[in-house]
């Protein structure tokens, strides 16, 4: 059960975070270390997800899984495409990280999964 908390706590933050910075002024250096702070929550928050598998029976793999899993790799080229200089491709991953971070927050909030239960539905 830690693990789910640890996921939790870090997803939230980092969506809250991540809102925060998609609405300030970008290539700021509050803007490059929010990212950092931020893409490090997305990596806690990321890696956790895949050591979830008993909330979703029967305890194996779930389209959430490959979400996390492609939400690393957007978040990879995101960092080459900001070294690369290219800012409209790295603002375009980013956005793209956030949906599906929102998406995921969404579907945990089901009833059956841990999220429902927590809130008493």
């Known amino acids: 059960?830690?693990?789910?908390?640890?996921h939790l706590t870090t997803a939230l933050a980092a969506i809250g975070l991540?809102?925060?910075?998609?609405?300030l002024a970008k290539g700021t250096e509050s803007h490059q270390l929010m990212g950092r702070v931020w893409m490090g929550l997305m990596l806690c928050a990321t890696l956790s997800s895949l050591l979830i598998h008993r909330v979703h029976p029967p305890g194996g793999w779930s389209w959430l899984h490959g979400l996390a899993l492609w939400t690393l790799i957007c978040m990879g080229w995101s960092v080459v495409a900001i070294r690369?200089?290219?800012?409209?491709?790295?603002?375009?991953?980013?956005?793209?990280?956030?949906?599906g971070a929102i998406a995921a927050g969404t579907a945990a909030l089901a009833p059956g999964r841990f999220l429902a239960g927590v809130l008493g539905y």
Request: charged share 15%; glycine share 8%; proline share 4%.
């Open 1 to 6: 059960m830690p693990i789910i908390w640890l």
């Open 18 to 23: 991540g809102l925060m910075s998609l609405l």
């Open 84 to 99: 690369q200089d290219n800012i409209r491709r790295h603002a375009n991953l980013m956005k793209g990280v956030m949906v």
